[in-house]
């Protein structure tokens, strides 16, 4: 079992940046495949970005969106989730996502953060 505890939400004007930051609890970060999620009111969950384990401390990022950049700390033993330019329609709560190299699905979820932006 994998614990995920999000931090770094909050509430923000149009135009400014977060970062996000999740932490696994009592684990590393290898050999997971870390994502990050959000979803809006009335909306399905959709994945914002992830990163997936190569080997040693190395990942691979990809980010769904352009304005947001995913990494990792090994030293911190930290996945973040830089936004920058936020919109009023990046509202939502986020999401920190695991799951092992050997499935498919996203197995492992945080509790959530909630992220306001105002116009």
């Known amino acids: 079992q994998v614990q995920l505890v999000e931090s770094g939400g909050g509430l923000v004007q149009a135009g400014d940046s977060l970062r996000l930051s999740c932490v696994p609890s009592?684990?590393?970060?290898?050999?997971?495949?870390m994502g990050w999620f959000r979803q809006a009111p009335g909306k399905e969950r959709e994945i914002v970005a992830e990163v997936k384990w190569i080997g040693g401390d190395t990942f691979s990022a990809t980010s769904k969106k352009d304005r947001f950049t995913i990494s990792v700390s090994v030293i911190k033993n930290t996945l973040y989730l830089q936004m920058n330019n936020l919109k009023p329609e990046d509202t939502a709560v986020y999401y920190c996502?695991?799951?092992?190299?050997?499935?498919?699905?996203?197995?492992?979820w945080g509790q959530g953060t909630q992220v306001t932006v105002s116009s």
């Open positions: 009592g684990r590393t970060l290898s050999p997971f495949t």
């Open positions: 996502a695991a799951h092992r190299p050997s499935v498919v699905e996203y197995e492992y």
